[in-house]
């Protein structure tokens, strides 16, 4: 486990880097819905919070750090006027702990205000804020989020949003869910191969986008439906509705399988998949490929909770003799800023976590179920911790594949030499991390689970094959990529 003092709140997890939110209403602030939404995706980036809004004659913003409720006071969420607001929160990069890199982010240029929330990660950045800058744009941040909203601002000089919008998607390349707020009008943008989520709302006054289905419900709001791959959806400034305009079009997606596995909400529907669910049949069918005789299943909490409880179902339905329990007790009360300098107070922190139920499993067989691994420390320490607790085998079952390559697509993975199964086999895991077993799910039960044809996920981290073309990477799919010098001499 690689420590520090912004580990994510699940240890040894990949980590989601944003959640994105966007609301047009008939005639109440935007600010605080905004704002109960962010709250409800918190899960998808602790380190800062933002929210711009529009009041039809000028843009208010707060950008903030820290967790939802540590980014704005009543008086914060109170100067936020106007009908339109967007909102974003994020898990940056290594490096780019600060304000600066905070988002919304927002611009005021001849074409009007603009405001954009990215989740998501282009793959060609660089190459496109080289050509803007050498057209005069000025950055203020590395991110990839200033260089499509410098893209967009440009397009917006001789275009109106809807075209703007079309060419800035033939120039941007990778992953992207966007809310945009241009002036008043607030906008959702899904990458044409849909690889993060983004979900349309209706509230009683109004809509709402959002990365989370579960965002939409904190809200009171019910869901329309995904916004579509490639599809740019504007919320009429009324709040009386929305305008579909579907602007690319591809064979196939590029969903994001961890999405399922991981990172969105138990109680999101995502592309119409119960999340929850998606998990409790990821268990099952890791009972039948790699179910294992035992006398206790129990999770990793929370990540593992959904699969171990599908696992134990489907063997006791086999007519297996096993409890399920929760045989680990969580800390809630140890956060994320826990700083932890050392390799050994890494490992206490791991005691300070999570503690295991002598009574569960004392003298007996245990499965400890979990969702994924990524380095492997912590599998290590949770083996040892129910080994010292009495167990007499401890055995451990994975409700994905291994992680074997990086994400470039906006997830924090870990680097190849990092990731503890790139050249390793399940047995290697087994003995490194002190299990007497250790087995993965197949991807093919991953996207019988998820309910979707192969060609339409992303499995880039398991199988080092990419739906997007990366520098030095395999692709598994033919690529469409914009050509941005030909673009630029328009
Ligand atoms: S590489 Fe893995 S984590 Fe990244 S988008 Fe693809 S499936 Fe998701």
């Known amino acids: 486990m690689q420590g520090g003092p912004s580990d994510p709140p699940e240890f040894d997890h990949p980590t989601e880097k944003c959640g994105v939110v966007g609301a047009s209403l008939a005639d109440r602030d935007a600010a605080l819905p905004t704002y109960y939404a962010l709250y409800a995706l918190q899960h998808r980036g602790q380190e800062s919070a933002g929210i711009v809004s529009h009041d039809g004659f000028q843009q208010h913003q707060h950008v903030g750090m820290g967790l939802v409720g540590d980014a704005f006071d009543e008086d914060d ?31 005021s240029f001849k074409g009007g205000a603009l405001g954009l929330s990215h989740n998501g990660n282009l793959v060609n950045a660089d190459e496109l804020r080289d050509e803007l800058a050498g057209s005069g744009h000025a950055f203020t941040s590395d991110g990839d989020t200033e260089v499509i909203a410098h893209d967009l601002a440009r397009n917006l000089l001789d275009a109106d949003i809807v075209d703007a919008v079309e060419a800035t998607m033939g120039r941007i390349h990778g992953s992207y869910s966007l809310t945009i707020m241009h002036d008043d009008t607030v906008l959702g943008v899904r990458d044409p191969r849909g690889n993060r989520p983004l979900v349309i709302g209706k509230l009683d006054d109004g809509y709402i986008i959002a990365s989370e289905s579960a965002a939409i419900d904190t809200v009171g709001g019910e869901v329309v439906r995904d916004v579509r791959p490639g599809e740019l959806v504007v919320l009429h400034e009324d709040g009386g509705g929305f305008d579909s305009h579907q602007l690319v079009d591809v064979d196939n997606t590029a969903h994001c399988f961890f999405e399922y596995v991981y990172f969105a909400r138990p109680d999101s529907v995502i592309d119409e998949e119960l999340v929850y669910e998606v998990r409790r049949e990821l268990g099952r069918q890791l009972w039948q490929e790699a179910g294992v005789d035992s006398d206790v ?24 003799s096993v409890d ?13 800023t826990f700083i932890m300098p050392t390799q050994e107070a890494r490992e206490r922190a791991v005691r300070l976590k999570l503690n295991p139920i002598k009574s569960t499993v004392e003298g007996k067989s245990v499965t400890i179920i979990d969702d994924s691994i990524v380095r492997g420390t912590t599998s290590s320490q949770l083996v040892d911790l129910v080994r010292e607790a009495g167990a007499e085998e401890v055995h451990v079952r994975i409700g994905a594949p291994p992680i074997q390559a990086p994400c470039y697509f906006g997830i924090d993975m870990a680097t190849r030499d990092e990731l503890i199964a790139a050249d390793r086999t399940a047995d290697d895991i087994a003995a490194e991390v002190g299990a007497d077993s250790l087995s993965y799910l197949s991807l093919d039960a991953v996207t019988a689970a998820i309910g979707k044809s192969r060609a339409d996920l992303c499995a880039g981290c398991v199988t080092g094959e990419y739906p997007y073309e990366v520098d030095g990477e395999a692709t598994d799919r033919p690529v469409q990529r914009p050509d941005v010098d030909s673009v630029a001499d328009d």
């Open 324 to 336: 399920f329990a929760e045989g680990l007790m969580k800390n809630r009360y140890v956060g994320r």
């Open 297 to 320: 299943v129990m999770p990793v909490p929370d990540s593992g909770r959904a699969f171990a409880s599908g696992y134990a179902e489907q063997a006791q339905q086999e007519g297996e």
């Open 77 to 107: 969420i109170d100067a936020l006027h106007g009908p339109a607001a967007i909102g974003h929160v994020r898990y940056p990069t290594a490096g780019s702990v600060d304000e600066s890199c905070a988002q919304p982010f927002s611009v």
